[in-house]
């Protein structure tokens, strides 16, 4: 089993930054790719951003430029670095792992989740 944990969300002014971080504790080693999925009232989970165990990233086109993913193995803790902040960006914040190769673009491809972060950005 692998256990997640998220820290870093918060209020903040648009135009702002925040850093969530996801630690993973317990078998980190089976972990292929770990990934943000972010949701909002009435709306599905959708993906933020995605990084591989090689380092392989992903974003959602609403993201790209603004946000970055990163990964220290060492500390087994995935970053999420939110710069620019939008209103729209307003959501729970939740960090997933899977051991998969595929589906990596959606909820159903990941097997563990964090408890969820909520981030507000006020405009």
């Known amino acids: 089993q692998v256990q997640l944990v998220e820290s870093g969300g918060g209020l903040v002014q648009a135009g702002g930054s925040l850093r969530l971080s996801c630690a993973a504790s317990?078998?980190?080693?089976?972990?292929?790719?770990m990934a943000w999925f972010r949701q909002t009232p009435g709306k599905e989970r959708e993906l933020v951003a995605g990084i591989t165990i090689g380092g392989s990233t992903d974003y959602t086109d609403s993201v790209k430029g603004r946000f970055t993913i990163s990964r220290d193995n060492a500390k087994n803790t995935v970053y999420l670095q939110m710069n620019s902040l939008k209103p729209e960006d307003t959501g729970v914040y939740y960090c997933?792992?899977?051991?998969?190769?595929?589906?990596?673009?959606?909820?159903?491809?990941?097997?563990?989740w964090g408890q969820g972060t909520p981030v507000t950005v006020s405009s």
């Open positions: 997933a792992g899977t051991q998969s190769r595929i589906r990596l673009r959606i909820p159903a491809g990941y097997n563990y």
């Open positions: 317990g078998r980190t080693f089976s972990i292929y790719s």
